[in-house]
């Protein structure tokens, strides 16, 4: 069965990408680093930055993590600070 457009706009996208002039990944990777370093992690921070960066730039995030943290994985830091659902909807955000 062939399902036929009318003249509807499409759907707009919830998720708008922040203007090249305030999204920094080098900065994103800086505060992630911070949010999960030493006793407790920041959840709240890394949903606020992961949460509120389009699948784009999440994947310019996770290239400029190694460079910014050297020998560190952003993939594996979170596996080991996030647990649960948490880091199911984290990791997977990374994809």
């Known amino acids: 069965m062939k399902v036929e457009r009318t003249n ?5 996208p ?5 203007s090249d002039n305030l999204f920094s990944a ?12 030493g006793l407790g992690t ?16 999440r994947q310019l995030i996770k290239k400029t993590y190694p460079k910014v943290c050297p020998d560190r994985d952003l ?3 979170f596996r080991s600070e996030l647990s649960g ?6 990791v997977n ?3």
Not at 8 to 12: E, H, R, V, Y
Not at 14 to 18: R, W
Not at 85 to 90: D, E, H
């Open 26 to 37: 080098e900065k994103d990777c800086m505060e992630l680093r911070k949010a999960m370093k």
């Open 8 to 12: 509807k706009q499409l759907p707009k």
């Open 75 to 77: 993939l594996k830091d």
């Open 42 to 57: 920041n959840e709240r921070k890394i949903i606020n930055i992961i949460g509120t960066r389009t699948n784009q730039q």
């Open 93 to 95: 955000f990374l994809y």
């Open 85 to 90: 659902n948490i880091r199911n909807l984290v």
């Open 14 to 18: 919830t998720l708008l990408p922040i």
